[in-house]
C-alpha cells in the first residue's frame, strides 16, 4: 500500500474521532473548542476522501491513462493554466477579506474584525515570501 | 507570435497525439499552440523544432519577422 493511502486511511480515523470527540463532549468543553474539534474533523474528513478517492481512480487506470495523467501534470500549458488560476484566487481571496473587513469594522465586530486583519497581513505576507524564494529560484 | 505547426504536421502526416506523444505535452497543447492562444516555451519549442528536423526559427515565426 502506498504510503500516501496509508495517511489519508488514517487522517480519515482521525476526522472520524475528532467529530465523535466534539459529538460526545458537547456540553463539557466549550462551544468554541467543540465547533474548532467538528470544523478540524470535517475540513480533514475531506481531504482525505478525496485522497483516498483519488487513489481509487487511480489504481484503476491502465498504464497508458496513467502516463497520460503524469504528462498533464508534467504539461507546462497545464502549469502556467494552475499558476495564473492561483494568482487570480489569490486576488479573488484578498478583495473577499477586504470586504470581510470593512463589513467587521461597520459592525464593530472587535475579535473578528481583528482574526480578519492578521488574516489578511498573513495572506500578503506569505505572498511576499513565495515571491522572494520564486526570485531566488529563477 | 504564429507558428507552421499545423502545416508541418499535416505535410509529414503526423496526428496533434502522435506530435504531443513525441514532445512529451498533451494534445490540448498541441491545440492551443496551432490556435495561437498559447506560445510555447523556449524548451518546448526547441523540442518541437527539434521533432521536425528545423529550427526554432523555421516553424515559429516571431512578430518583427513578420513586419
Known sequence: MKKKTIFAALGLVLAVGLGLAAFFLDGRISDAAGGALFGLGGALLGICVTALIGDRIESRMTPEERRELERGERDERNAAIRDRAALKSWYWTLYLLWGLFFLTLILERGPFFALVTVTIVLHCVFYLINLGRVAREM | ?67
Open chain 2, 1 to 67: 507570435m504564429e507558428n507552421r505547426i499545423a502545416a508541418l504536421r499535416k505535410e509529414r502526416r503526423i496526428s496533434q497525439a502522435e506530435l504531443a506523444d513525441a514532445v512529451d505535452v498533451t494534445r490540448q497543447t498541441i491545440i492551443s499552440l496551432e490556435n495561437g492562444r498559447y506560445n510555447a516555451s523556449l524548451l518546448l519549442a526547441h523540442r518541437i523544432a527539434a521533432y521536425f528536423g528545423l529550427t526554432i526559427e523555421d516553424v515559429f515565426l516571431f512578430e518583427e519577422e513578420r513586419t
